[in-house]
């Protein structure tokens, strides 16, 4: 079965840091992409970042780019995504995905497995 579990989210001030953690099991880690994404009250949920199996490639969405990175550790089945510079619009549950295709990085449809999530809020 496989399991997805997200740490380290909670309340930051607005300028701060938070550095969110995903733990894998039950699936072979470095097949899979891994994706975040987020859901702020109200909100269809969206893309945030992704990592490709071995780390080759990252991508992410415009408004965190140069504020937010994405690593992957194969070794110990995990990913992060470092935040930096919160905005309160960042204010949002956070979750992390894996998915076996090639295919539609950004898409939440194309994503297999779905973590429970993480609060982030940032206070302005």
């Known amino acids: 079965q496989v399991q997805l579990v997200e740490s380290g989210g909670g309340l930051v001030q607005a300028g701060g840091s938070l550095r969110l953690s995903c733990a894998a099991s039950?699936?072979?880690?470095?097949?899979?992409?891994m994706g975040w994404f987020r859901q702020a009250p109200g909100k269809e949920r969206e893309f945030v970042a992704a990592?490709?199996?071995?780390?080759?490639?990252?991508y992410y969405i415009d408004s965190v780019k140069g504020q937010f990175t994405i690593s992957r550790d194969n070794a110990k089945n995990a990913v992060y995504l470092q935040m930096n510079s919160l905005k309160h619009e960042d204010t949002a549950v956070y979750y992390c995905?894996?998915?076996?295709?090639?295919?539609?990085?950004?898409?939440?449809?194309?994503?297999?497995?779905w973590g429970q999530g993480t609060q982030v809020t940032v206070s302005s």
């Open positions: 995905a894996a998915k076996n295709s090639v295919l539609g990085t950004r898409s939440v449809g194309s994503y297999d497995y």
């Open positions: 039950g699936l072979t880690f470095s097949s899979v992409t």
């Open positions: 990592i490709t199996r071995y780390g080759n490639s990252k």
